[in-house]
């Protein structure tokens, strides 16, 4: 009698399945770097100025404004000088508090891809910018109809939608070079004294250089951003040239310098 020897039963299991990770959509963290720009004790007090300081330009307009001055474009100026200011150091705040903060070890191992991270960051600065002068026109038309009815004269609308276009443009590229130095310096402190030098001590410089270098004259708009950038403040840019001369200036300040620290925020540790 011989044993017959069966194999034994193979069984096969199906090997789990494993889910691919979701990237986070961009819109998702563009709502995270919003609340980011609110819940820190400075982004929400930079905020907070705003519509403070808005409220306060128009109220000195109504003060102190000969009755001939009540105008829209009076308050769209009194309102623009501190929002020139305060938009800019929101965008460096909205770069740097990751390093200041210490929540970028965090942030970029939940989303490793920097790019994405600072692609979100520029997204909402943008709206900030955009919503902030939404407010400040806003008051500028209060403040406007106020005033006329006040001092017993007719509203005078002096700020075309033209203007008013351009003006949002010159802060949103002054917001640009404050972000574009966060960026490259990741340093809060670094990065507000470096803007406050290129805005206010290189202009000077950039002026004085033009005075006694003939040759630098006709160089200097192309350059000088700041130039530019009064240019779309204070008239209509409708020439070719013009708007040459902004993106030139656009492409030095803005365009190559954040392309660098893109690169150098790639490489760097963050600890």
Same mark, same amino acid.
């Given at each position: 009698?011989?044993?017959?020897?069966?194999?034994?039963?193979?069984?096969?299991?199906?090997?789990?399945?494993?889910?691919?990770?979701?990237?986070?959509?961009?819109?998702?963290?563009?709502?995270?770097?919003?609340?980011?720009?609110?819940?820190?004790?400075?982004?929400?007090?930079?905020?907070?100025?705003?519509?403070?300081?808005?409220?306060?330009?128009?109220?000195?307009?109504?003060?102190?404004?000969?009755?001939?001055? %009540?105008?829209?474009? #009076?308050? +769209?100026? !009194?309102? *623009?000088?501190?929002?020139? @200011?305060?938009?800019?150091? /929101?965008?460096? =705040?909205?770069?740097?508090?990751?390093?200041?903060?210490?929540?970028?070890?965090?942030?970029?191992?939940?989303?490793?891809?920097?790019?994405?991270?600072?692609?979100?960051?520029?997204?909402?600065?943008?709206?900030?910018? %955009?919503?902030?002068? #939404?407010? +400040?026109? !806003?008051? *500028?038309?209060?403040?406007? @109809?106020?005033?006329?009815? /006040?001092?017993? =004269?007719?509203?005078?609308?002096?700020?075309?939608?033209?203007?008013?276009?351009?003006?949002?443009?010159?802060?949103?590229?002054?917001?640009?070079?404050?972000?574009?130095?966060?960026?490259?310096?990741?340093?809060?402190?670094?990065?507000?004294?470096?803007?406050?030098?290129?805005?206010?001590?290189?202009?000077?410089?950039?002026?004085?250089?033009?005075?006694?270098?003939?040759?630098?004259?006709?160089?200097?708009?192309?350059?000088?951003?700041?130039?530019?950038?009064?240019?779309?403040?204070?008239?209509?840019?409708?020439?070719?040239?013009?708007?040459?001369?902004?993106?030139?200036?656009?492409?030095?300040?803005?365009?190559?310098?954040?392309?660098?620290?893109?690169?150098?925020?790639?490489?760097?540790?963050?600890?």
């Amino acid at each position: 009698m011989t044993a017959a020897i069966v194999p034994p039963a193979t069984t096969t299991e199906a090997a789990p399945v494993r889910r691919a990770a979701q990237p986070i959509p961009t819109t998702r963290l563009v709502r995270v770097e919003l609340r980011k720009m609110f819940t820190t004790r400075s982004g929400f007090w930079m905020l907070i100025s705003i519509g403070v300081l808005s409220v306060l330009a128009a109220g000195s307009v109504l003060i102190f404004a000969p009755d001939t001055d %009540v105008t829209y474009e #009076t308050f +769209a100026t !009194a309102i *623009g000088f501190p929002m020139s @200011v305060i938009l800019p150091m /929101i965008a460096i =705040l909205a770069v740097t508090s990751e390093w200041s903060q210490r929540s970028g070890l965090t942030t970029f191992t939940l989303v490793p891809s920097r790019g994405r991270v600072i692609v979100a960051k520029a997204i909402a600065t943008f709206v900030v910018g %955009v919503a902030s002068w #939404t407010v +400040a026109f !806003a008051v *500028g038309v209060v403040g406007n @109809v106020l005033g006329s009815t /006040i001092v017993g =004269l007719d509203t005078v609308w002096d700020v075309s939608l033209a203007a008013a276009a351009q003006i949002l443009l010159g802060n949103l590229v002054g917001m640009a070079i404050g972000f574009t130095l966060g960026v490259v310096l990741r340093n809060s402190a670094a990065a507000i004294v470096a803007y406050f030098v290129v805005s206010l001590v290189l202009p000077g410089i950039l002026v004085l250089l033009a005075q006694v270098r003939s040759w630098f004259a006709d160089l200097q708009p192309w350059i000088d951003w700041n130039e530019t950038q009064i240019t779309l403040f204070e008239r209509a840019t409708d020439t070719g040239e013009e708007w040459a001369m902004l993106g030139s200036t656009t492409m030095i300040w803005i365009v190559i310098p954040l392309v660098v620290g893109l690169l150098s925020l790639r490489r760097s540790e963050v600890k």
